[in-house]
Nanobody
Framework: QVQLAESGGGLVQAGGSLRLSCAAS????????MAWFRQAPGKEREFVAS???????SYVDSVKGRFTISRDNAKNTAYLQMNSLKPEDTAVYYC?????????????????WGQGTQVTVSS
């Protein structure tokens, strides 16, 4: 059974940075797609970024140039570096993982989820 644990969330001022981590246990995820989603109050869960085992990345347009997803397969961990944060980035951020590489931006294709970490950006 795969378990995902996010960390690194918090409160930051607009323009600041945070680095989220997603540590996986129970199985080596080097061949899995790892992704970050977020959900703001009253809104649906939104795709943020994904990274394949090959290193290929994908981002939602609103974070391109500001966020960077990466992974360290030796540590079985994925990361989301978030720079130039905006108040509209405020949400609970979730890590997700799946084996298949199709439709990486669709949340219902992911098999495993973390509990989420809160990111709050003040103006």
């Amino acid at each position: 059974q795969v378990q995902l644990a996010e960390s690194g969330g918090g409160l930051v001022q607009a323009g600041g940075s945070l680095r989220l981590s997603c540590a996986a246990s129970g199985r080596t995820l080097s061949n899995y797609v790892m992704a970050w989603f977020r959900q703001a109050p009253g809104k649906e869960r939104e795709f943020v970024a994904s990274i394949r085992g090959s290193g290929t990345t994908s981002y939602v347009d609103s974070v391109k140039g500001r966020f960077t997803i990466s992974r360290d397969n030796a540590k079985n961990t994925a990361y989301l570096q978030m720079n130039s944060l905006k108040p509209e980035d405020t949400a609970v951020y979730y890590c997700a993982a799946k084996l298949g590489s199709l439709f990486p931006n669709f949340s219902n294709t992911y098999e495993y989820w973390g509990q989420g970490t809160q990111v709050t950006v003040s103006s």
